[in-house]
């Protein structure tokens, strides 16, 4: 596990909005990763207007994801669940399907999701991922989030006005 997290954005008064899509199977991790999440926008970006859909588990996670994606207008939406390997092959075959879903969608609606649906090999590790202070991958998640936003919208003004064929 790399202990090197994403840099803390500057703080902005900007607005935006930002959708969390989680599960609520493995319910006190995934709690523990909105937490986070929530606490870390609120310090580097008081004013984004945070939205929860909760959802039965990971599985579901994507096809939430895409109805956001096509009914509102999120700046980032944030992908949150843990998935706990057990005695079969179901935990990775989950874990590759949304990891495939959630960047194919990112790709299409050209909006950053950010993916923190963790596989994991216990409940230990989960811990200290979802509910740690140290290395906490709800804060990781907003901090990517906002980056990405911020990186978004700096490009999309760049873009702004060039021709077509400048970007070819």
């Known amino acids: ?31 523990g ?13 008081p004013n984004a207007s945070i939205t929860v859909y909760r959802v ?18 999120p700046d980032a939406v944030m992908a949150l669940g843990v998935i706990l390997r057990g005695s079969t ?3 990775d075959l989950v874990g590759a399907s949304v990891t495939d ?3 194919r969608m990112a790709i299409d609606h ?14 230990e590790q989960a811990e200290e991922r979802c509910l740690g202070a140290t290395i906490n991958r709800g804060t990781e998640a907003a901090r990517v989030a906002v980056n990405m936003i911020n990186l978004f919208r700096k490009m999309r003004a760049t873009f702004a006005g060039e021709p077509q064929s400048a970007r070819l």
């Open 101 to 103: 879903a959630l960047q």
């Open 33 to 45: 990763l909105i937490d986070a999440a929530r606490d870390e926008i609120q310090e580097v970006a």
């Open 1 to 31: 596990m790399s202990g090197v997290i994403p840099t803390r954005p500057r703080p902005s008064q900007e607005r935006f909005s930002i959708a969390i899509v989680a599960s609520l199977y493995n319910a006190e991790f995934v709690q």
């Open 89 to 91: 092959e179901h935990a």
């Open 110 to 123: 050209c909006i950053p999701v950010v993916h923190e649906v963790l596989l994991l090999d216990t409940e």
């Open 56 to 73: 039965p588990g990971a599985f579901e996670i994507p096809v939430c994801v895409e109805l956001v994606l096509r009914n509102s207008e």
